[in-house]
């Protein structure tokens, strides 16, 4: 009866459209009478415009209108601060408007009758630059009489956070080993299947709408409604069918500038970005420099670790504090080290800007923690899985923020069945040991495991607000014939509507054919906050059901329709204590721990992730497939970010916009088998006991490969992508060659 639809694996409601070509994406979508933008990028990577020529461009045949800064009612934008123009140029309303930061601003927008006249009359445009000194070294950006990009930020300095807890000199007084490691990263792509895309006209309520691709139509609409100097219920935004995000679509790309034209010319305007432009109009993960030093008793205890972290936020903040602010909080991995001392800081420069990307901060945090953990268990003579076992977090333990972890906490429990189930390790009456690993006969080829752990967060974090509204609908007589549920969570690729739908039947006690699912528009639904943080679920999860246990209620007293709203809010979080790092900066939590199996080739440089074993407390698994999806998926893009994706950027200008030359992993290149444990201890407060899992499946796999590499070839390589020429050159570096 009850309980059958949360934890059944059913099919996507999404599935048969996806697959046969019926989903209409962003960019699938026309109407009578449209026009078509294209957008002038800047053409300098950090330079003020003393004028913009327009003349040739509106005069081209087809051209309906040419905007630049001055058409802009409230030229600024951005998440977390106004520091973006919408259009740079001169004539605007904001300081500092005129000045271009980085190759991802835009100058200038053409409006014609056809994309092709749109595009010709934007290479007409004449743009006056004066050239400004330009920064591209996030350490470089930091020293005094670096190039300053804005005002507010002193030494390019957006955020700096401090962790600072326990007694570094006692704690490395007890070291009988430390380890040291500069480790770096860089770049990462999301490369979603539809590049940015969208459709934006006058709705029949005279709505500015724009019907497009992002993860939470509720904060696009504020961004729109901000810039534009309209109230937000002027604004209307609607999600079509998505083509991936990944933290990508959080902030703003055409939504803006879609919404202007419209709102300028009252007719609808369309616009596709190529890979090119999507590749250099949207952030990026942040290439992060980390410098720690562990130090480890005789038994395997970590008692200190320090730790500098520098990541290159780009020209504009986006979503850097909180990246950082993440980053700094995972950069000592699930471990209780009682001494911690840790500076991290954001830094604008002029590069294309960095922000949200699947794990946001994790995983340079856990690139730094996991090389750190194995290596000391090396230097220890010691098993990485025993010395896990040793450190990881239990329930009551204090983080590096001087604050437990929700209870609930699993760690200890994740890397015991990861390690067991993974066949590469076997608990002994002394611990954790390796099994012996077969050889492949041709000696050019050499195999080797790696293991890593993590933890990542549910939510948003730090003290940002953090809710989520459903309504629940009952319709019928005696029985409830029909269930709406107004969920507005964005459908990202990632099931979570088809998640909503079985929440929502389960909550109510109807079989799910009886449910619709109203969502991804602003006229109709509350605000769900972002599909981002591994959230959605828990979130939506909770809201879909306070909703239902109302909505019911009220359908025992008679009414009908019967219809509740409720809006869930998570315990409280807070920031960083700016001095000391002390915060309880989450309300939940998943668990992961990876085991990774490598091949390396010795002459090419080639790395090949043979084996994956992903072991992932997922609290309750309401579509076990799709968290096997979640998972595999993570793993593959994970393993990009580890071995493959190198975004080649010469001062401030990227070199390979194109998927032929930014290589993604393939069919031919993922691994052999991925085997997902899906472990299930129910997060206390989740909705069914589900934790957020989107995320933590990427956290581990790069340090899991780098601790893989190490075991085949006996050389670490810090630096990520891990590309052959990068693999070779280190081989050759420490003689390890056929
Ligand atoms: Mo995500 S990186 O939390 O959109």
New binding site residues.
Partial sequence: MMTTIVGQTIQRTDAVSKVTGRAAYPGDLDMDGQLWMKVRFSDRVHARIVSIDTSRAEAYPGVVAVFTARDVPNNEYGLIIFDQPVLCGPGSNKPGADIVRCMADHVALVVAETEQAAAAARDLIQIDYEDLPIVTDAEAAMDDGAPQLHAASPNNILCHYRIRKGDMQAGWAQAAVVVEGTYTTSWQEHAYLQPEAGLSYIDEEGRVTVVVGG?WVHEDQEQVAHALGLERDQVRIIYPAIGG??????DMSVQIILALAAMKLRRPVKIIWSREESIRGHHKRHPVKIYARWGATREGKVVAAEAQVIGDGGAYAYTTTKVMGNANLMVTGPYCIPNIHIDTYGVYTNNIPAG?????GGPQGAFAAEGQMTKLAQALGMDPVEIRARNVLHEGDLLSVGTPLPKGVSIPEVVAKCAAESGYWEQTPDGWKRKPLAQPADPSKRRGVGFACGFKNVGFSFGAPEQNTATIELYGKAEIERVVVRQGGAEVGQGAHTVFLQMAAEAVGVPIERVELITQDTAQTSNSG??????MTFMAGNAIRGAAERALEAWRNEERPAIATYQYRPPKTTPYDPQTGRSEPNFAYGYVAQAVEVEVDLETGHVHVIRVVSANDVGRAVNPQLVQGQVEGAVVQAQGYAIMEHLVSVNGVIQNPYLSTYLIPTVLDVPHEVKALILEYADPIGPWGARGMA?MPFLTIAPAIAAAVHDATGVWIDSIPMTPDRVVRHLQAHHVAV
């Fill in positions: 993860q995000a990944f933290g990508g679509r959080e949200a990307f699947r794990g946001f972002s599909a981002s943080a591994s959230r995320e």
